[in-house]
């Protein structure tokens, strides 16, 4: 099977523009959440998307949203980027259920932001 | 709230020796699941090992095995015969229960660097 996909790999904005990053599943991977990591904060959890739905959402602001298509491929928008927002984001899929479900991850995109 | 903790920023191994990569976790649900990921410099994160919270035995795949502690709220990766690919970050991670859905929570990590 193939495995996470991300898309773009790297990504430079600059303040006050939005960025959208995609990510493609595992096939037959319906789960799909998204990280940030940086390395002030280290991994934190944004949110989670199951059929279409968002099931589970992490503190951040408003400006980050997110939603997942038909397919299970999801998309994760940022808008007003701030320099803070330069960070590597990671996408996991997932089957099964919790707490036993293991998160394949993918390559992530590479955001700076200038 | 749910936390992991790893103490060792960094970790110096020789080839072909073993190494014990530290984790603790707090949570107060009996119901967890504890991850080990691999992020080498690319910045891909990759799967290790699982140990589920009623799991009797410690788990093991190949050259990694988790030392679970439940009573000390440790679990421990232990990797045997350290190679040069070994070289990485390595995050120990944690899910609970049944309604924290797709959060995991990471520890700050370990680098490791395996020497010739």
């Known amino acids: 099977k193939a495995g996470v996909t991300q898309t773009p790999r790297y990504l430079i904005k600059t303040r006050g523009q939005q960025v959208t990053l995609s990510c493609s599943p595992i096939s037959g991977h319906r789960s799909v959440s998204w990280y940030q990591q940086t390395p002030g904060q280290g991994l934190q959890f944004l949110f989670e998307y199951f059929s279409e739905t968002q099931r589970n959402k992490g503190n951040f602001p408003g400006r980050f949203s997110g939603r997942q298509f038909s397919n299970s491929r999801s998309e994760m928008n940022v808008s007003t980027l701030e320099l803070g927002d330069s960070a590597l984001y990671l996408c996991?899929?997932?089957?099964?259920?919790?707490?036993?479900?293991?998160?394949?991850f993918g390559p992530g995109t590479r955001l700076l932001v200038l | 709230a749910q936390k992991i903790t790893q103490t060792q920023p960094g970790m110096f191994v020789q080839e072909k020796e073993a190494v014990t990569l530290d984790c603790t976790y707090d949570t107060s649900d009996p119901s967890y699941g504890l991850f080990w990921y691999k992020q080498p410099s690319s910045g891909e994160m990759i799967f290790l090992i699982y140990?589920?919270?009623?799991?009797?035995q410690n788990a093991t795949e190949g050259r990694y095995s988790l030392n679970f502690q439940k009573a000390r709220k440790s679990a421990n990766l232990v990797i045997s015969a350290s190679q040069l690919g070994d070289s990485a970050m390595y995050f120990c991670?944690?899910?609970?229960?049944?309604?924290?859905?797709?959060?995991?929570?990471f520890g700050q990590g370990t680098i490791l660097t395996v020497h010739p």
């Open positions: 996991a899929s997932s089957a099964g259920p919790p707490p036993r479900e293991t998160q394949y």
């Open positions: 991670a944690m899910r609970v229960g049944g309604t924290s859905y797709g959060k995991l929570t």
């Open positions: 140990q589920g919270s009623y799991d009797q």
